[in-house]
């Protein structure tokens, strides 16, 4: 018989930057206002092989990769997280009036996104078997500037999850529950 006390729902909260143990880091970004709420997916890759006797069927699939991503848009428009993020942000500060201050976002290519451990967790739930743990993962930035009398202005997530070669077992994506679980 299901549970229904195990049905969640709700806003998430995303945070970039969490140790090993499940807790954040010192420079540790979160977002934890969101609009479309939080999802992530995952996406793997096959090769199919064929044969001639079967024509264009498959005669079996192998995996051969897996990432994830995690997309939402929030309407904290603070550019010292994304200084935090993104690479091609900088922070220009006045030098004779520091209280005025400028971020600069450009467009050139061949800048990496920096990688971190990231958590999404439901919103006001403690269960850590409800969190996902999403163990390498690089935040894309796109600005979504929209000025509309019945919306407001947001900026959009979407962040990539890398398989980590550095992480226990090797190749790890994300862990579904309670990450400081061993075995």
């Not at 299901?2 to 420079?27: H, L, N, T």
């Not at 479309?36 to 044969?51: A, D, K, V």
């Not at 900088?90 to 990496?112: C, F, I, N, Q, R």
Request: net charge negative; proline share 6%.
């Amino acid at each position: 018989m299901s549970d229904v006390e195990k049905i969640y729902s709700g806003p998430g909260i995303f945070i970039w930057g969490i140790d090993e143990d499940g807790d954040e880091e010192a420079d540790a970004v979160t977002i934890d206002l969101t609009q479309g709420g939080i999802t992530f997916t995952t996406t793997t890759t096959y090769y199919e092989p064929t044969t001639d006797q079967t024509g264009t069927a498959p005669v079996k699939s192998v995996s051969t990769g897996t990432t994830g991503s995690v997309n939402f848009e929030t309407p904290d428009m603070d550019f010292e997280k994304v200084l935090m993020y993104n690479p091609n942000a900088s922070k220009v500060t006045d030098g004779t009036t520091p209280t005025k201050v400028k971020y600069h976002v450009t467009g050139l290519a061949g800048k990496e996104l920096p990688r971190k451990r990231a958590v999404i967790m439901p919103q006001g739930i403690t269960d850590p078997d409800q969190y996902i743990y999403i163990e390498s993962v690089g935040i894309k930035f796109d600005m979504n500037a929209a000025y509309v009398l019945d919306n407001n202005r947001r900026l959009t997530i979407s962040a990539m999850a890398y398989p980590s070669l550095s992480a226990i077992p090797k190749g790890l994506l994300y862990t579904w529950g309670d990450i400081t679980a061993t075995a």
